[in-house]
Protein backbone atom coordinates (compact mmCIF):
# COMPACT_ATOMS: atom_id res chain seq x y z
CA UNK A 1 0.00 0.00 0.00
CA UNK A 2 1.29 3.19 -1.01
CA UNK A 3 2.04 5.91 1.95
CA UNK A 4 0.69 9.64 2.12
CA UNK A 5 3.86 10.57 0.71
CA UNK A 6 4.12 8.32 -2.53
CA UNK A 7 0.78 9.23 -3.75
CA UNK A 8 1.67 12.37 -5.36
CA UNK A 9 4.11 10.22 -7.54
CA UNK A 10 1.65 7.52 -8.62
CA UNK A 11 -1.05 9.76 -9.40
CA UNK A 12 1.36 12.58 -11.49
CA UNK A 13 4.17 11.06 -12.08
CA UNK A 14 5.86 13.68 -10.14
CA UNK A 15 7.44 13.13 -6.62
CA UNK A 16 5.99 15.06 -3.87
CA UNK A 17 9.47 15.71 -2.78
CA UNK A 18 10.04 17.93 -5.87
CA UNK A 19 7.36 20.21 -4.76
CA UNK A 20 8.89 20.28 -1.81
CA UNK A 21 12.17 21.08 -2.76
CA UNK A 22 11.73 25.22 -2.19
CA UNK A 23 10.27 24.66 1.34
CA UNK A 24 7.60 23.73 3.25
CA UNK A 25 3.58 23.57 1.22
CA UNK A 26 0.70 25.06 3.76
CA UNK A 27 -2.37 24.36 1.61
CA UNK A 28 -5.95 25.92 2.53
CA UNK A 29 -8.83 24.27 1.87
CA UNK A 30 -12.19 26.03 1.55
CA UNK A 31 -11.07 29.43 2.53
CA UNK A 32 -13.85 31.91 1.88
CA UNK A 33 -13.52 35.06 -0.38
CA UNK A 34 -12.42 38.46 1.32
CA UNK A 35 -10.35 37.09 4.39
CA UNK A 36 -6.94 38.41 5.58
CA UNK A 37 -4.75 35.33 5.93
CA UNK A 38 -0.91 36.57 6.98
CA UNK A 39 2.26 34.38 6.74
CA UNK A 40 4.94 35.82 8.81
CA UNK A 41 6.06 39.37 7.51
CA UNK A 42 3.28 39.75 4.84
CA UNK A 43 -0.42 40.17 4.96
CA UNK A 44 -3.30 39.29 2.22
CA UNK A 45 -6.49 40.27 1.84
CA UNK A 46 -7.99 37.66 -0.11
CA UNK A 47 -10.08 38.62 -3.60
CA UNK A 48 -10.43 34.68 -4.45
CA UNK A 49 -9.79 31.67 -2.67
CA UNK A 50 -6.04 31.86 -1.06
CA UNK A 51 -5.10 27.93 -1.30
CA UNK A 52 -2.43 28.59 0.65
CA UNK A 53 1.13 29.04 0.76
CA UNK A 54 4.81 27.25 -1.34
CA UNK A 55 8.34 27.40 -0.66
CA UNK A 56 8.68 28.38 2.64
CA UNK A 57 12.00 28.10 3.90
CA UNK A 58 13.63 26.85 7.48
CA UNK A 59 12.68 28.34 10.76
CA UNK A 60 9.43 29.53 13.30
CA UNK A 61 6.93 30.86 11.03
CA UNK A 62 2.97 31.88 12.13
CA UNK A 63 -0.30 31.84 9.81
CA UNK A 64 -3.06 33.98 10.97
CA UNK A 65 -6.55 34.46 9.25
CA UNK A 66 -9.14 37.06 10.15
CA UNK A 67 -12.88 36.98 8.77
CA UNK A 68 -13.33 40.84 7.62
CA UNK A 69 -14.63 42.84 10.36
CA UNK A 70 -13.74 40.53 12.75
CA UNK A 71 -13.13 41.04 16.73
CA UNK A 72 -10.26 38.45 16.69
CA UNK A 73 -7.67 36.52 14.96
CA UNK A 74 -6.68 33.24 15.23
CA UNK A 75 -3.58 31.16 13.89
CA UNK A 76 -0.78 28.46 13.91
CA UNK A 77 2.71 28.49 14.71
CA UNK A 78 5.02 25.69 13.23
CA UNK A 79 8.60 24.88 12.30
CA UNK A 80 10.31 23.69 8.88
CA UNK A 81 13.11 22.01 8.47
CA UNK A 82 16.19 21.91 5.61
CA UNK A 83 13.72 18.86 4.10
CA UNK A 84 10.36 20.19 2.92
CA UNK A 85 7.16 18.89 4.35
CA UNK A 86 3.33 19.08 3.96
CA UNK A 87 0.83 21.36 6.11
CA UNK A 88 -2.77 20.91 5.41
CA UNK A 89 -6.05 23.33 7.32
CA UNK A 90 -9.07 23.58 6.71
CA UNK A 91 -11.69 26.44 6.87
CA UNK A 92 -14.12 26.14 9.82
CA UNK A 93 -16.90 28.56 8.80
CA UNK A 94 -18.86 27.82 11.88
CA UNK A 95 -16.22 28.80 14.28
CA UNK A 96 -14.21 31.16 12.01
CA UNK A 97 -10.60 29.38 12.64
CA UNK A 98 -8.47 26.79 10.58
CA UNK A 99 -9.06 23.24 11.94
CA UNK A 100 -7.41 19.63 10.74
CA UNK A 101 -9.80 18.69 7.79
CA UNK A 102 -12.43 16.68 8.12
CA UNK A 103 -13.49 14.50 5.48
CA UNK A 104 -11.70 11.83 3.51
CA UNK A 105 -11.71 13.85 0.03
CA UNK A 106 -9.37 16.59 2.67
CA UNK A 107 -6.91 14.07 3.87
CA UNK A 108 -3.37 15.12 3.56
CA UNK A 109 -3.19 12.23 0.68
CA UNK A 110 -5.91 13.81 -1.39
CA UNK A 111 -4.09 17.09 -1.23
CA UNK A 112 -0.77 15.68 -2.02
CA UNK A 113 -2.15 13.54 -5.27
CA UNK A 114 -3.58 17.05 -6.39
CA UNK A 115 -0.06 18.64 -6.29
CA UNK A 116 0.32 18.93 -9.63
CA UNK A 117 -2.97 21.19 -10.14
CA UNK A 118 -2.39 23.12 -7.01
CA UNK A 119 1.37 23.90 -6.95
CA UNK A 120 1.05 26.90 -9.38
CA UNK A 121 -1.61 28.51 -7.42
CA UNK A 122 0.51 28.46 -4.42
CA UNK A 123 1.58 32.13 -3.10
CA UNK A 124 5.11 32.20 -3.02
CA UNK A 125 6.79 32.51 0.65
CA UNK A 126 9.37 35.39 -1.11
CA UNK A 127 6.30 37.84 -2.55
CA UNK A 128 7.66 40.42 -0.79
CA UNK A 129 10.77 40.17 -2.93
CA UNK A 130 8.59 39.70 -6.32
CA UNK A 131 6.43 42.92 -5.65
CA UNK A 132 9.70 45.15 -4.33
CA UNK A 133 8.88 48.75 -3.08
CA UNK A 134 4.42 48.69 -4.15
CA UNK A 135 1.44 50.52 -2.29
CA UNK A 136 1.14 46.42 -1.30
CA UNK A 137 4.38 45.38 -1.05
CA UNK A 138 7.01 45.55 2.62
CA UNK A 139 7.43 49.46 3.46
CA UNK A 140 11.32 48.46 4.08
CA UNK A 141 13.27 50.78 6.31
CA UNK A 142 15.14 54.05 5.11
CA UNK A 143 18.81 53.86 3.67
CA UNK A 144 20.41 54.06 7.23
CA UNK A 145 18.81 51.15 8.34
CA UNK A 146 19.79 48.38 5.39
CA UNK A 147 22.97 48.77 6.76
CA UNK A 148 21.72 46.52 9.63
CA UNK A 149 22.59 42.77 7.84
CA UNK A 150 19.40 41.21 9.45
CA UNK A 151 16.90 44.22 8.18
CA UNK A 152 17.74 43.83 4.35
CA UNK A 153 14.69 42.13 3.20
CA UNK A 154 11.63 40.96 5.39
CA UNK A 155 12.54 37.38 5.09
CA UNK A 156 16.04 38.22 7.27
CA UNK A 157 13.74 40.56 9.53
CA UNK A 158 11.38 37.26 10.39
CA UNK A 159 14.52 35.04 10.87
CA UNK A 160 15.93 37.82 13.54
CA UNK A 161 12.22 37.84 15.08
CA UNK A 162 12.17 34.71 15.32
CA UNK A 163 15.53 33.07 15.70
CA UNK A 164 15.11 31.26 19.69
CA UNK A 165 11.77 30.11 18.81
CA UNK A 166 11.94 25.90 18.41
CA UNK A 167 9.32 23.55 18.38
CA UNK A 168 10.14 22.34 22.45
CA UNK A 169 9.33 25.79 22.96
CA UNK A 170 6.36 25.87 21.39
CA UNK A 171 5.43 22.81 22.85
CA UNK A 172 5.96 23.82 25.72
CA UNK A 173 3.92 27.39 26.10
CA UNK A 174 1.00 26.37 24.50
CA UNK A 175 1.02 22.56 25.93
CA UNK A 176 0.02 20.93 23.19
CA UNK A 177 3.91 18.78 23.05
CA UNK A 178 4.45 17.26 19.41
CA UNK A 179 1.90 18.83 17.24
CA UNK A 180 2.92 20.06 13.93
CA UNK A 181 1.56 23.26 14.08
CA UNK A 182 0.34 25.02 16.97
CA UNK A 183 -2.84 26.86 17.35
CA UNK A 184 -3.31 30.11 19.34
CA UNK A 185 -5.76 33.17 19.06
CA UNK A 186 -6.89 36.47 20.57
CA UNK A 187 -8.54 35.28 23.23
CA UNK A 188 -6.22 33.07 24.54
CA UNK A 189 -5.24 34.04 28.55
CA UNK A 190 -1.87 33.11 30.59
CA UNK A 191 -1.83 30.14 32.51
CA UNK A 192 -3.64 30.04 36.16
CA UNK A 193 -5.44 33.37 35.23
CA UNK A 194 -8.95 32.10 34.22
CA UNK A 195 -8.51 29.06 31.42
CA UNK A 196 -7.87 29.54 27.51
CA UNK A 197 -9.62 29.56 24.39
CA UNK A 198 -12.73 27.43 24.05
CA UNK A 199 -13.05 27.74 20.59
CA UNK A 200 -11.67 24.47 19.77
CA UNK A 201 -12.63 21.38 22.04
CA UNK A 202 -9.36 19.52 20.83
CA UNK A 203 -7.35 22.21 22.29
CA UNK A 204 -5.52 22.17 25.86
CA UNK A 205 -7.34 25.01 27.28
CA UNK A 206 -5.01 25.60 30.09
CA UNK A 207 -4.16 28.95 28.56
CA UNK A 208 0.16 30.38 27.77
CA UNK A 209 2.11 28.86 30.10
CA UNK A 210 5.16 31.89 30.10
CA UNK A 211 8.37 31.85 32.17
CA UNK A 212 9.28 34.17 34.81
CA UNK A 213 5.70 34.78 35.88
CA UNK A 214 6.74 34.72 39.71
CA UNK A 215 9.69 36.72 39.20
CA UNK A 216 6.92 39.13 37.95
CA UNK A 217 5.23 39.42 41.22
CA UNK A 218 7.82 39.53 43.33
CA UNK A 219 9.38 42.84 41.45
CA UNK A 220 6.01 44.26 41.28
CA UNK A 221 6.42 43.96 45.29
CA UNK A 222 9.58 45.25 45.25
CA UNK A 223 9.26 48.33 43.37
CA UNK A 224 6.09 49.13 45.23
CA UNK A 225 8.00 49.11 48.29
CA UNK A 226 11.11 51.15 47.19
CA UNK A 227 11.92 53.99 44.52
CA UNK A 228 15.83 52.42 44.50
CA UNK A 229 14.38 48.54 43.73
CA UNK A 230 13.55 49.23 40.25
CA UNK A 231 17.57 49.28 39.71
CA UNK A 232 18.10 45.94 41.10
CA UNK A 233 19.79 43.51 39.14
CA UNK A 234 18.15 40.68 37.44
CA UNK A 235 20.43 38.58 36.43
CA UNK A 236 20.45 36.74 39.30
CA UNK A 237 16.54 35.35 38.74
CA UNK A 238 17.87 34.40 34.98
CA UNK A 239 20.95 32.29 36.39
CA UNK A 240 18.31 30.61 38.84
CA UNK A 241 15.85 29.74 35.52
CA UNK A 242 18.37 28.65 33.70
CA UNK A 243 19.79 26.42 36.85
CA UNK A 244 16.34 25.13 37.86
CA UNK A 245 16.92 21.23 37.54
CA UNK A 246 12.98 19.81 36.87
CA UNK A 247 11.60 21.30 33.44
CA UNK A 248 14.91 22.80 32.77
CA UNK A 249 14.70 26.40 31.04
CA UNK A 250 17.53 26.71 28.10
CA UNK A 251 19.32 30.73 27.11
CA UNK A 252 17.11 29.93 23.71
CA UNK A 253 13.60 29.54 25.52
CA UNK A 254 13.88 33.36 27.48
CA UNK A 255 14.72 34.37 23.68
CA UNK A 256 12.03 32.36 22.26
CA UNK A 257 9.63 33.73 25.36
CA UNK A 258 9.99 37.43 24.28
CA UNK A 259 9.96 36.73 20.15
CA UNK A 260 6.81 34.78 20.50
CA UNK A 261 4.76 36.88 23.20
CA UNK A 262 5.55 39.92 20.55
CA UNK A 263 5.01 38.29 17.27
CA UNK A 264 1.92 36.76 18.79
CA UNK A 265 0.61 40.14 20.93
CA UNK A 266 0.32 42.06 17.70
CA UNK A 267 -0.46 40.11 15.17
CA UNK A 268 -3.19 38.32 16.66
CA UNK A 269 -3.66 41.74 19.11
CA UNK A 270 -3.30 39.11 22.18
CA UNK A 271 -3.32 40.67 25.54
CA UNK A 272 -1.94 38.63 27.59
CA UNK A 273 0.68 38.07 24.96
CA UNK A 274 1.46 41.75 24.93
CA UNK A 275 1.14 41.88 28.59
CA UNK A 276 3.63 39.08 29.21
CA UNK A 277 6.13 40.91 26.56
CA UNK A 278 6.49 44.42 28.53
CA UNK A 279 7.09 42.86 31.69
CA UNK A 280 9.98 40.76 29.46
CA UNK A 281 11.46 43.97 28.10
CA UNK A 282 10.77 46.00 31.42
CA UNK A 283 11.28 44.02 34.26
CA UNK A 284 13.86 41.40 32.91
CA UNK A 285 15.76 42.13 29.84
CA UNK A 286 16.35 45.73 30.74
CA UNK A 287 17.08 45.56 34.30
CA UNK A 288 19.86 42.09 33.77
CA UNK A 289 22.86 44.52 34.28
CA UNK A 290 25.49 42.25 34.76
CA UNK A 291 23.88 39.75 32.06
CA UNK A 292 26.61 40.73 29.51
CA UNK A 293 29.44 39.78 31.58
CA UNK A 294 27.97 36.24 32.64
CA UNK A 295 26.38 35.60 29.77
CA UNK A 296 27.05 37.41 27.23
CA UNK A 297 25.64 35.52 23.85
CA UNK A 298 22.22 35.82 25.73
CA UNK A 299 22.42 40.02 26.75
CA UNK A 300 23.20 40.33 22.83
CA UNK A 301 20.21 38.24 21.55
CA UNK A 302 17.89 39.81 23.98
CA UNK A 303 19.22 43.53 22.43
CA UNK A 304 18.82 42.71 19.09
CA UNK A 305 15.54 40.76 19.22
CA UNK A 306 14.15 44.32 20.81
CA UNK A 307 15.80 46.30 18.07
CA UNK A 308 14.55 43.62 15.56
CA UNK A 309 10.76 44.73 17.16
CA UNK A 310 11.08 47.78 17.22
CA UNK A 311 12.09 47.73 13.67
CA UNK A 312 9.56 45.42 12.90
CA UNK A 313 6.92 48.13 14.66
CA UNK A 314 7.58 50.95 12.59
CA UNK A 315 8.42 49.00 9.08
CA UNK A 316 5.81 46.20 9.29
CA UNK A 317 2.76 46.87 11.75
CA UNK A 318 0.69 49.62 10.89
CA UNK A 319 -1.02 52.60 12.43
CA UNK A 320 -4.32 52.66 13.68
CA UNK A 321 -6.52 55.57 14.70
CA UNK A 322 -6.99 54.99 18.67
CA UNK A 323 -10.24 57.73 18.28
CA UNK A 324 -12.15 56.31 15.46
CA UNK A 325 -10.71 52.75 15.40
CA UNK A 326 -9.72 51.52 18.73
CA UNK A 327 -11.31 48.26 18.29
CA UNK A 328 -9.12 47.84 15.21
CA UNK A 329 -6.32 44.96 15.54
CA UNK A 330 -2.98 45.89 14.33
CA UNK A 331 -2.57 45.44 10.49
CA UNK A 332 0.97 44.33 8.63
CA UNK A 333 2.13 45.86 5.35
CA UNK A 334 0.60 44.15 2.80
CA UNK A 335 -3.25 45.04 4.40
CA UNK A 336 -1.97 48.51 3.39
CA UNK A 337 -3.66 51.05 0.35
CA UNK A 338 -2.16 53.53 -1.59
CA UNK A 339 -3.75 56.07 0.78
CA UNK A 340 -2.25 55.05 3.87
CA UNK A 341 0.83 56.97 5.06
CA UNK A 342 4.49 55.55 4.67
CA UNK A 343 6.23 55.63 7.60
CA UNK A 344 9.41 54.86 7.14
CA UNK A 345 10.92 58.09 8.83
CA UNK A 346 8.45 57.83 11.58
CA UNK A 347 8.55 57.87 15.39
CA UNK A 348 8.73 54.01 16.68
CA UNK A 349 6.89 55.07 19.75
CA UNK A 350 3.75 56.69 17.78
CA UNK A 351 0.76 55.85 20.39
CA UNK A 352 -0.47 54.87 17.21
CA UNK A 353 1.60 51.65 17.41
CA UNK A 354 -0.08 48.43 18.30
CA UNK A 355 2.40 47.62 21.62
CA UNK A 356 1.96 51.46 22.48
CA UNK A 357 -1.61 51.62 21.46
CA UNK A 358 -1.58 48.76 24.18
CA UNK A 359 -0.11 50.53 27.27
CA UNK A 360 0.98 54.13 25.78
CA UNK A 361 2.93 54.70 29.80
CA UNK A 362 4.84 51.85 28.54
CA UNK A 363 6.39 54.15 25.66
CA UNK A 364 7.59 56.31 28.59
CA UNK A 365 8.93 53.74 30.83
CA UNK A 366 10.45 52.55 27.86
CA UNK A 367 12.82 55.04 26.96
CA UNK A 368 14.09 55.18 30.94
CA UNK A 369 14.92 51.72 30.87
CA UNK A 370 16.76 52.23 27.95
CA UNK A 371 18.64 55.01 28.83
CA UNK A 372 18.99 53.68 32.73
CA UNK A 373 20.45 50.10 31.38
CA UNK A 374 23.04 52.29 28.81
CA UNK A 375 24.80 53.60 32.03
CA UNK A 376 24.85 50.24 33.78
CA UNK A 377 26.06 48.21 30.81
CA UNK A 378 29.13 50.83 30.20
CA UNK A 379 30.02 50.25 34.16
CA UNK A 380 30.21 46.70 33.34
CA UNK A 381 32.19 46.91 30.47
CA UNK A 382 34.36 49.28 31.42
CA UNK A 383 35.24 46.98 34.39
CA UNK A 384 36.44 43.91 32.60
CA UNK A 385 39.12 45.86 31.28
CA UNK A 386 41.36 43.76 29.09
CA UNK A 387 39.49 40.83 30.20
CA UNK A 388 36.92 41.43 28.01
CA UNK A 389 35.71 38.77 25.55
CA UNK A 390 34.55 39.53 21.93
CA UNK A 391 30.76 37.84 23.35
CA UNK A 392 30.99 40.65 26.09
CA UNK A 393 32.14 43.44 23.15
CA UNK A 394 29.36 42.09 20.86
CA UNK A 395 27.13 42.58 23.85
CA UNK A 396 27.81 46.86 23.37
CA UNK A 397 27.85 46.79 19.88
CA UNK A 398 24.07 45.58 19.87
CA UNK A 399 23.51 48.07 22.50
CA UNK A 400 24.79 50.93 19.76
CA UNK A 401 22.99 50.09 17.19
CA UNK A 402 20.06 50.05 18.62
CA UNK A 403 20.69 53.24 20.35
CA UNK A 404 21.97 54.85 17.00
CA UNK A 405 18.31 53.48 15.60
CA UNK A 406 16.63 55.12 17.61
CA UNK A 407 18.78 58.66 17.95
CA UNK A 408 17.87 58.55 14.10
CA UNK A 409 14.29 58.73 15.10
CA UNK A 410 14.19 61.15 17.87
CA UNK A 411 14.78 58.91 20.98
CA UNK A 412 18.19 61.08 22.98
CA UNK A 413 18.68 58.19 25.39
CA UNK A 414 21.64 60.63 26.68
CA UNK A 415 19.10 63.59 27.21
CA UNK A 416 16.72 60.53 29.19
CA UNK A 417 19.84 59.68 31.38
CA UNK A 418 20.52 63.11 32.45
CA UNK A 419 17.21 63.28 33.44
CA UNK A 420 17.06 60.21 35.23
CA UNK A 421 19.99 61.87 37.22
CA UNK A 422 18.93 64.94 37.67
CA UNK A 423 15.41 63.12 39.40
CA UNK A 424 17.31 60.25 41.92
CA UNK A 425 16.92 62.17 45.16
CA UNK A 426 13.47 64.06 44.69
CA UNK A 427 9.97 64.14 43.96
CA UNK A 428 10.91 63.96 39.80
CA UNK A 429 11.68 60.15 40.63
CA UNK A 430 9.20 59.55 42.42
CA UNK A 431 6.78 61.07 39.85
CA UNK A 432 8.84 59.06 37.28
CA UNK A 433 8.95 55.65 38.46
CA UNK A 434 5.48 55.15 40.21
CA UNK A 435 3.11 52.33 38.33
CA UNK A 436 0.72 54.85 36.58
CA UNK A 437 -1.34 51.70 35.90
CA UNK A 438 -2.71 51.90 39.23
CA UNK A 439 -3.29 55.65 38.84
CA UNK A 440 -6.96 57.03 39.77
CA UNK A 441 -9.10 57.47 36.22
CA UNK A 442 -11.75 59.86 36.53
CA UNK A 443 -14.58 58.48 33.82
CA UNK A 444 -18.24 59.34 32.37
CA UNK A 445 -21.18 57.04 34.15
CA UNK A 446 -24.36 57.08 32.49
CA UNK A 447 -27.65 56.87 34.00
CA UNK A 448 -27.64 53.17 35.11
CA UNK A 449 -23.77 53.59 36.75
CA UNK A 450 -21.54 51.86 34.10
CA UNK A 451 -18.88 53.81 32.22
CA UNK A 452 -19.67 55.16 29.24
CA UNK A 453 -17.94 53.67 25.96
CA UNK A 454 -17.69 50.39 27.87
CA UNK A 455 -18.77 47.37 25.10
CA UNK A 456 -21.93 45.89 26.77
CA UNK A 457 -22.72 41.94 26.44
CA UNK A 458 -26.09 42.34 27.62
CA UNK A 459 -27.42 44.81 25.38
Not at 4 to 20: K, N
Not at 76 to 88: D, E, I, Q
Request: hydrophobic share 35%; proline share 5%.
Amino acid sequence: MASARDVGSEATGVPLSAYLKEGDVFRLLGLPENLVVGLDAMAITTRKTLSGFRGIPPGAHFLWVQQPGGVSRCGYWFTTGVRGAMHTKQWDPYNELLVEPQTQSDTQAQSEANMETVYPTLQPYNLHDRRGHTSGGPVLGPRHDVSLSWARSPASVWKTLTSGISAQYLGRVTGRGEAREYLVDSTDVAKDSGGGSERDPARVTGGLDFLFAQDFRDLQVLDFGSLNAQVADTTPRIQALLARASNPVTERDILAEMQFTFLTGTHLGNPACLEHWWNVVLKIALRAYTLAASRPQLAEGLLRTLHAQLFYTEHYLGSSAPSSDAGRLPMTDTDRRPDDKATSEADPDSDDRPIFQYKPQNRRKLRQALARYKGRLSEVLRGLGSHITPAQQAVGAAFEDLETWLWRRNWDLRGEEDGLERGAGGGEAADSDEDEDQQPVIVELDEEGREVGLVSFSD
